[in-house]
């Protein structure tokens, strides 16, 4: 099932290097048979001013949230988009996106949860294809397919929910990902910004989504999202990923936490796939949630 591995030497050095492409294995693969290349964004237009050759775009709220819940549609709602899309349950699937693949890692996250066999992320995203000037197109996406299983979501493995993070969150390995300011307790939720370089997941609907309190969850430790990234957006060496993360446990229960979830997301694929850390998952309710709950346990300082 799937296509074979990117070769690239320097996806060796991860735990599990079949989980990431180069921009150069995608474009010679690109139009392939059992190839489908998935762009998520943050910002919606981008895709239509032109995106990999074939890409297909899923929208993270609009395609996989669910109307009326804050959660990610079923099995059989997920079934039907995979069909409208024209992916099948044998397709290997790449996904890319903007803002340093923040939200296209969130979406391969929620492939994940419905166990998709292959899915994987290019390596630097959509700035890195475009920094490498290559083409770009403004096909339609293929025609729909039929025949995606109706698999029961996993929510279990790599996901958390608020329940169990109030109860345990003394023996959770806790990292948020934050602005410093938003951590210590300065302000509510971060800037609606950006056209800028820093990675934000306040990016459209999370953006703007205010809280009643500020702070963090007790014990948790603030680490930057661009700390696991070079400037060209692509992800750090092995061994620079292990040094940011040499002060925290390997084998320790670990939960990543952001405001909405995509950058709890983000570095749920980094300490999962690429550091093969085995219990970790990711609280995507966030500090949306934590910080609008009544009687929630909040720390301030850093």
Request: aromatic share 8%; hydrophobic share 35%.
């Amino acid at each position: 099932m799937g296509i074979e591995l990117d070769p690239s030497p320097n996806l060796r050095q991860y735990a599990h290097p079949g989980k990431l492409v180069t921009s150069s294995w995608l474009g010679a693969k690109l139009g392939g048979p059992g190839l489908k290349v998935v762009e998520s964004d943050s910002d919606p237009i981008l895709y239509n001013i032109g995106h990999l050759p074939t890409a297909i775009r899923i929208d993270l709220h609009e395609d996989l949230g669910d109307p009326v819940t804050r959660d990610f549609l079923d099995g059989e709602a997920f079934a039907r988009l995979m069909d409208a899309k024209g992916i099948t349950r044998d397709d290997t699937v790449v996904v890319y996106g903007d803002d340093s693949n923040l939200w296209a890692s969130y979406t391969l996250w929620v492939f994940e949860l419905f166990g998709h066999p292959d899915v994987r992320l290019l390596d630097g995203g959509r700035e890195a294809w475009m920094q490498d000037e290559r083409e770009t197109s403004y096909d339609a996406p293929p025609a729909p397919t039929s025949g995606y299983p109706v698999v029961e979501r996993d929510d279990t493995s790599h996901r958390i929910f608020v329940d169990e993070v109030r109860a345990r969150h003394d023996a959770l390995q806790l990292i948020d990902l934050r602005d410093a300011e938003d951590f210590i307790g300065v302000r509510r939720h971060g800037p609606a910004d950006t056209a800028d370089d820093e990675a934000s997941d306040n990016a459209t609907t999370g953006r703007d989504i205010p809280v009643c309190r500020a702070g963090h969850i007790p014990g948790a430790v603030n680490l930057p999202q661009r700390s696991t990234l070079h400037p060209n957006h692509r992800f750090r060496t092995r061994d620079e990923l292990d040094e940011v993360f040499s002060a925290l446990d390997p084998s320790g229960a670990t939960v990543s936490y952001c405001h909405a979830g995509e950058r709890a997301a983000h570095l749920w694929f980094v300490l999962h796939h690429l550091l093969g850390w085995e219990d970790v998952r990711a609280y995507d309710g966030s500090w949306v949630e934590w910080g609008n709950m009544v009687r929630m346990p909040i720390a301030t300082g850093g």
